[in-house]
């Protein structure tokens, strides 16, 4: 029996976080991998970076940019998810 293709997904977005972008990026991308969908508070808490969410925002930008996140909205509450 064949892997889960939305796992194959997540190892593909992860190696390639791991050859091109920074150590925060990867730190991202392995919390929303491993939690599915985040709030930017909790990513702000997971990097720790105080209460800086616009440097998180601004890490969040550039994997939007390039396809391997989106962002939506529950319950008023903008969280993240990985691409799928």
């Not at 990026?25 to 720790?48: E, F, K, P, R, T």
Request: charged share 25%; aromatic share 6%; glycine share 8%.
């Amino acid at each position: 029996m064949g892997k889960d293709p939305l796992e194959t997904a997540k190892q593909l977005v992860k190696i390639v976080v791991r050859m091109f972008y920074e150590t925060e990026h990867i730190v991202l991308i392995d919390a929303l991998c491993y939690h599915g969908a985040l709030h930017v508070s909790d990513m702000v808490q997971i990097l720790d970076q105080g209460k800086n969410s616009k440097y998180v925002g601004k890490l969040i930008g550039r994997l939007k940019e390039a396809g391997l996140c989106t962002t939506y909205v529950e319950s008023g509450e903008v969280k993240l998810n990985v691409q799928r």
